[in-house]
T-cell receptor, first 113, second 116 residues
Framework: LAKTTQPISMDSYEGQEVNITCSHNNIATNDYITWYQQFPSQGPRFIIQGYKTKVTNEVASLFIPADRKSSTLSLPRVSLSDTAVYYCLVGRLMNTGFQKLVFGTGTRLLVSP | GAVVSQHPSWVICKSGTSVKIECRSLDFQATTMFWYRQFPKQSLMLMATSNEGSKATYEQGVEKDKFLINHASLTLSTLTVTSAHPEDSSFYIC????????????FGSGTRLTVV
């Protein structure tokens, strides 16, 4: 399983765009990149997943450069409710059997008024 | 879609007693579920992989006789913390993935266990 490195914490203000970068130098050819959000005393929640280039959904965008050794989660116009811990995970989606997810330290995002 | 229900959300028990935590996949079948433990201000630590109809696979350092896992059906996995001690107090989270849908794993809401 590819090891990931993220900043421990980030601060932002309401309405700003937040970009959280994750390094995964040992990513394998078949690995996908997935981001999760976790609020205190809750289970993680799936945000976005991608393999290469750019993926966008209703809550975030994921930018993956050509070498795939890093990825950036972009949260547009954050609000106070985006204060949470964000985890970047790298792993394989297998048709049979499921790869266990191993969480890194995550990035604690604090959004202030 | 892909909802995982975890029960109870919190529990307080006395040292030496056992506590059972349930994890259910509500709208899909989960042949594999995962159990995590999370201490305050720390990341999730994978404890074990629960496999329907077979023995669970435990991560290194996790005592299988203390954390009993049963995955008797395609929608239910249980984690029993036996002879609980205060150091077992933690936040326990389960997860599963719906293999028919192309998105990530779904996590339960977690169970806060306090052993007194």
């Amino acid at each position: 399983l590819a090891k990931t490195t993220q900043p421990i914490s980030m601060d932002s203000y309401e309405g700003q765009e937040v970009n959280i970068t994750c390094s995964h130098n040992n990513i394998a050819t078949n690995d996908y990149i997935t981001w999760y959000q976790q609020f205190p005393s809750q289970g993680p929640r799936f945000i976005i997943q991608g393999y290469k280039t750019k993926v966008t959904n209703e809550v975030a965008s994921l930018f993956i450069p050509a070498d795939r050794k890093s990825s950036t989660l972009s949260l547009p116009r954050v609000s106070l409710s985006d204060t949470a811990v964000y985890y970047c995970l790298v792993g394989r989606l297998m048709n049979t059997g499921f790869q266990k997810l191993v969480f890194g330290t995550g990035t604690r995002l604090l959004v202030s008024p | 879609g892909a909802v995982v229900s975890q029960h109870p959300s919190w529990v307080i028990c006395k040292s030496g007693t056992s506590v059972k935590i349930e994890c259910r996949s509500l709208d899909f079948q989960a042949t594999t579920m995962f159990w995590y433990r999370q201490f305050p201000k720390q990341s999730l630590m994978l404890m074990a992989t629960s496999n329907e109809g077979s023995k669970a696979t435990y991560e290194q350092g996790v005592e299988k006789d203390k954390f009993l896992i049963n995955h008797a059906s395609l929608t239910l996995s249980t984690l029993t913390v036996t002879s609980a001690h205060p150091e077992d107090s933690s936040f326990y989270i389960c997860s599963a993935r719906d293999g028919t849908r192309n998105y990530g794993y779904t996590f339960g809401s977690g169970t806060r266990l306090t052993v007194v």
